[in-house]
């Protein structure tokens, strides 16, 4: 969370460089980790015994399902903890995290960019409602509604 403000940032794209996320062994461990915790020893998703585990990486604890998309193919159970298209795909040198984007409809339309301009806008409104239609109109004006 303290990294946040760098997002977008050179410090940012350097930190995400020298320190990529990697479909390795120790993330698979982690989720497999998670997932005994969560079914087997009964603790909450959002609990210090599960979140503890995947918070520091963002991870969650998913993992492929007994079957693939192959028919009839069952997935061992020492890798039903490894993503689906790194299961069928690692084999040719597919790291999963190379292959996540952005998703922007979570991160502005959904996410916290949108709520935050949304509580701007209402701050606006309690301070100087007569401004709250300047603000429509430069929004307008730049193309941003």
């Known amino acids: 969370m303290d990294e946040i403000p760098n997002l977008g940032t ?73 993503n689906a298209f790194s299961l069928a795909l690692g084999k040719f040198g597919l790291d999963v995290f ?11 339309e959904l996410g916290v960019g949108k709520g935050v301009t949304i509580h701007l806008i209402r701050m606006l409104e309690t301070v100087a409602p007569h401004q709250v239609h300047i603000l429509n109109e430069r929004c307008d004006r730049s193309g941003l509604l």
Do not use: N
């Not at 190379?98 to 502005?108: G, M």
């Open 10 to 82: 050179t410090e940012d794209r350097q930190t995400r460089l020298e320190k990529p996320r990697v479909d390795s062994a120790e993330y698979r461990t982690l989720v497999k980790d998670a997932r005994k915790k969560l079914y087997d020893e009964g603790y909450a998703v959002d609990g210090d015994r599960v979140d503890g585990l995947l918070k520091g990486e963002s991870l969650v604890p998913t993992e492929v399902g007994s079957r693939t998309h192959i028919p009839f193919k069952r997935v061992p159970d020492d890798e039903r903890s490894q």
């Open 98 to 108: 190379k292959i996540l984007t952005v998703d922007i409809l979570h991160e502005v």
